[in-house]
């Protein structure tokens, strides 16, 4: 059904950082110069819409709408796999306007064929998306982060829906609030990833499933930077500008880095991975609900 990979991205012009839900939000260096910010941040999207195009995928952009500025993050929006899109619900009530912006995105995007289902999770279960949620291709599981954002009561909705397993990870630090900035699988099996984020509970999951050989373990440095919230095809990886000990860490591990200039949306926690929503990926090749048919 898709030729190539397909990633969702959302148009920044209605961006903005003017709360504070998490720990990197800083509406006050925003305010300082809002025009300023918005053109730097306009063109840091244009350039990791570049970015991702150049690794050979289709980016769709969707638009913008006013007084919902973290719809630049559809990583957030649902969970994807197999043409089936698990809806998020959204913890805080400044994001939950966003629930019917992409449902809207969701119906229009089934409408094309893009999509075949549409699920939910039950009223008063959170989780937010892909930004929580993680399908690792390599091993064929779904790893889910809860705690700061999503329920833990998500996992096993997910499980049902998507007939997959789902290991569940608790996130110990509002700092690393969503899974996908601390846990990065990469093609080929290696996990980038930033240990201090994770309970004990979790760390062991992740090391009874992830051999040390494969486990890349981001600095603190590193993961502030954002770094680890990176969209990874094949051997590439675009992220936002990383530490010269990140980028020796991933070539001599045989992986190309592409980077950009995110700090616009790092002001509001949030980097490459999350600024995008993979659409076409597959369990197994062909399991796609339409390609079944
Ligand atoms: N300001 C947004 C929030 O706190 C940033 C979301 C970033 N998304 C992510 N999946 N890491 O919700």
């Known amino acids: 059904m898709f030729d190539r990979p397909l990633f969702l991205m959302t148009d920044p012009g209605c ?5 504070q839900i998490n720990p990197w939000m800083r509406p006050d260096a925003w305010k300082t110069d809002p025009a300023g910010a918005l053109a730097a941040a306009k063109a840091a999207s244009a350039e990791l819409k570049r970015a991702i195009q150049a690794l050979g995928a289709q980016v769709e952009t969707i638009g913008a709408v006013a007084g919902l500025p973290d719809l630049v993050f559809p990583a957030n929006a649902a969970i994807v796999l197999d043409g089936r899109a698990l809806l998020a619900r959204f913890r805080h009530e400044e ?20 999509i075949q289902e549409i699920a939910d999770f039950p009223e008063g279960v959170f989780q937010e998306g892909a930004g929580d ?14 705690g700061p954002r999503s329920s833990k009561a998500s996992l096993a909705v997910i499980e049902k829906t998507f007939g997959e397993e789902v290991v569940g990870l608790e996130l110990a630090s509002d700092r690393f609030y969503h899974l996908d900035t601390c846990f990065c699988p990469l093609a080929g099996g ?6 201090t984020a994770f309970t004990p509970a979790a760390l062991a999951a992740i090391r009874a499933r992830v051999p040390e050989a494969d486990r890349i373990e981001a600095t603190a440095a590193e993961a502030e930077a954002f770094c680890v919230n990176a969209v990874n095809l094949g051997a590439r990886i675009v992220m936002a500008r990383a ?23 790092i002001l509001s926690g949030g980097a490459a991975y999350c600024m995008t929503l993979r659409l076409d990926r597959e369990s197994r090749p062909g399991r796609a609900i339409l390609a079944a048919e």
């Open 15 to 19: 961006f903005d950082v003017s709360y």
């Open 95 to 114: 994001r939950q306007g966003e629930e019917a912006i992409f449902r809207e995105v969701f119906c229009r995007l089934k409408r094309r064929g893009l």
């Open 133 to 146: 949620c993680i399908w690792d291709a390599d091993r064929k599981v779904f790893w889910a982060g809860y």
């Open 190 to 195: 290696k996990l980038l990833y930033y240990p």
């Open 243 to 265: 530490p010269a000990s990140l980028r020796r860490k991933l070539e001599a591990r045989g992986y190309a880095l592409t980077e950009v200039d995110l700090s616009p949306f």
